[in-house]
C-alpha cells in the first residue's frame, strides 16, 4: 500500500537527515489524507493544497533514486493539468540536494524566512521556492 511506503520512505534515516528539525521525531511522521501523493519504486513527491490554485511541492527520496528530476517534472505537469497555476516548496537552508532540486525543476528562491526551524540548537532559514 503507498500509505505504508510513503511512511518507509520518510522515516529512513537516509531522508530524515535532510528534513529532520529540533523538536519532532520520525515516528511523528504521519501520512496525510489531504495531500496528493505520486509514488515511484524510490519514494514520492506530495502536494498540499495551500490556496485553491496554489500547492506546496515536497520531494521525498531514498538514496540512489534514478531520473528523480524528470519524474518531479511529470507530477508537476499533472498537477497544472489539474488546474494547479502555482507551486512552492519550503525547503530548509540545510538541504542543499533539495534546493539544487527545484532549481533544476524550474523553482526559483522567492524569498527566506529567518529562525524558522532549529537544528542541533541552532537557527534555521526556510527558503521560499516558487514555480509555475
Not at 511541492?57 to 489539474?82: I, P, S, T, W, Y
Amino acid at each position: 500500500m503507498d500509505r505504508d511506503f510513503i511512511t518507509k520512505v520518510m522515516r529512513d534515516d537516509r531522508v530524515w537527515k535532510w528534513v529532520c528539525v529540533d523538536g519532532i521525531n520520525k515516528v511523528d511522521f504521519q501520512y496525510q489524507e489531504q495531500a496528493t501523493y505520486f509514488v515511484n519504486d524510490y519514494g514520492f513527491v506530495m502536494f498540499r493544497q495551500a490556496y485553491p490554485t496554489t500547492w506546496e511541492v515536497h520531494v521525498c527520496m531514498l538514496k540512489g533514486a534514478k531520473d528523480v528530476d524528470d519524474f518531479v517534472m511529470n507530477c508537476l505537469e499533472k498537477m497544472r493539468q489539474n488546474g494547479c497555476k502555482k507551486f512552492i516548496a519550503p525547503i530548509g537552508q540545510w538541504n542543499r540536494p533539495a534546493l539544487k532540486l527545484a532549481g533544476r525543476c524550474g523553482f526559483v528562491k522567492e524569498g527566506e524566512l529567518s529562525n524558522v526551524w532549529f537544528r542541533d540548537g541552532k537557527p534555521q532559514s526556510m527558503i521560499i521556492m516558487g514555480g509555475l
